[in-house]
T-cell receptor
Framework: DAMVIQNPRYQVTQFGKPVTLSCSQTLNHNVMYWYQQKSSQAPKLLFHYYDKDFNNEADTPDNFQSRRPNTSFCFLDIRSPGLGDAAMYLC???????????FGPGTRLTVL | GQQLNQSPQSMFIQEGEDVSMNCTSSSIFNTWLWYKQDPGEGPVLLIALYKAGELTSNGRLTAQFGITRKDSFLNISASIPSDVGIYFCAGLLTGKLIFGQGTTLQVKP
């Protein structure tokens, strides 16, 4: 089945230790998104790619970076995680001709 | 930033009851999406709405795109225990999804 896959599902890191979260998709969608979701809150858009064009949200901290080496994969790098970065990180995709976004299962990040 | 007001914030109902929730905004949206999120999982798309006044069903779920294009409604009929979760509305504005704050639904068997 075509899907959005996120690895790992759970990630524990130490304060200040860089961490990378990954997202892959078999839907062949052009657009990929990264969201941060804290407990009991709505997802908050961090950035998105339209093909290889990177679009950063104005309020996304510089601590968050992203890479999209090809259509299928997208990575979220957190350079120096702080306690406030503990959250669920969601990847989503959509095709160009539709605004329906399809989410992966998320990665739960814990910062110790 | 833009906000969607989603209500109610939470609901605790008896199995078999119908459920209604809604989202309102001061902005006009061209698309409304409704998602359900189970604990520890990503949101799953339930229904997409594209036209003002549109009424769309997906099984026991029915959603409507408000005539003013500033609101949307989701109804769940004959609720069952697996309906438990958080329901999010999302409106499309300038190419981005604006999410409501979610409605947490609990169903008592």
């Amino acid at each position: 089945d075509a899907m959005v896959i996120q690895n790992p599902r759970y990630q524990v890191t130490q304060f200040g230790k860089p961490v990378t979260l990954s997202c892959s998709q078999t839907l062949n969608h052009n657009v990929m998104y990264w969201y941060q979701q804290k407990s009991s809150q709505a997802p908050k858009l961090l950035f998105h790619y339209y093909d290889k064009d990177f679009n950063n949200e104005a309020d996304t901290p510089d601590n968050f970076q992203s890479r999209r080496p090809n259509t299928s994969f997208c990575f979220l790098d957190i350079r120096s995680p702080g306690l406030g970065d503990a959250a669920m990180y969601l990847c989503a995709t959509r095709r160009t001709s539709s605004y329906e976004q399809f989410f992966g299962p998320g990665t739960r990040l814990t910062v110790l | 930033g833009q906000q969607l007001n989603q209500s109610p914030q939470s609901m605790f109902i008896q199995e078999g009851e119908d459920v209604s929730m809604n989202c309102t905004s001061s902005s006009i949206f061209n698309t409304w999406l409704w998602y359900k999120q189970d604990p520890g999982e990503g949101p799953v798309l339930l229904i997409a709405l594209y036209k003002a006044g549109e009424l769309t069903s997906n099984g026991r779920l029915t959603a409507q795109f408000g005539i003013t294009r500033k609101d949307s409604f989701l109804n769940i009929s004959a609720s069952i225990p697996s309906d438990v979760g958080i329901y999010f509305c999302a409106g499309l504005l300038t190419g981005k999804l604006i999410f409501g704050q979610g409605t947490t639904l609990q169903v008592k068997p």
